[in-house]
């Protein structure tokens, strides 16, 4: 079984920066691609960015410029440094990653449980 755990979310104001972690645990042969979603309250689940294991990163457009995703494939982890953030950049933010548990396994997708963002004065 694989386990996601993000970290590094909080309260922060407008114009702020925050980085977010996520670290990948269990029983991991090799991982794919790795992302960041944001679900904001009463809105549909949207990706943030996402990095493949040579690391060739795509961002939404929303957040050009203003997020980086980067990895650590030693470390299982990916992370999300969010810089310049605005009141709408609020909401809760999931990793996911594509892991392949042994050279025989498919991947599969797995998430964590989500770290809360919020972009206030």
């Known amino acids: 079984q694989v386990h996601l755990v993000e970290s590094g979310g909080g309260l922060v104001q407008p114009g702020g920066s925050l980085r977010l972690s996520c670290v990948a645990s269990?029983?991991?042969?090799?991982?794919?691609?790795m992302a960041w979603y944001r679900q904001a309250p009463g809105k549909e689940r949207e990706l943030v960015a996402a990095?493949?294991?040579?690391?060739?990163?795509k961002y939404a457009d929303s957040v050009k410029g203003r997020f980086t995703i980067s990895r650590d494939n030693a470390k299982k982890s990916v992370y999300l440094q969010m810089n310049s953030l605005k009141p709408e950049d609020t909401a809760v933010y999931y990793c996911n990653a594509n892991i392949k548990s042994s050279i025989s396994a498919p991947y599969y997708l797995a998430w964590g449980q989500g770290t809360l963002v919020t972009v206030s004065s």
């Open positions: 990095i493949s294991s040579d690391r060739s990163s």
């Open positions: 269990g029983s991991i042969w090799n991982i794919d691609v």
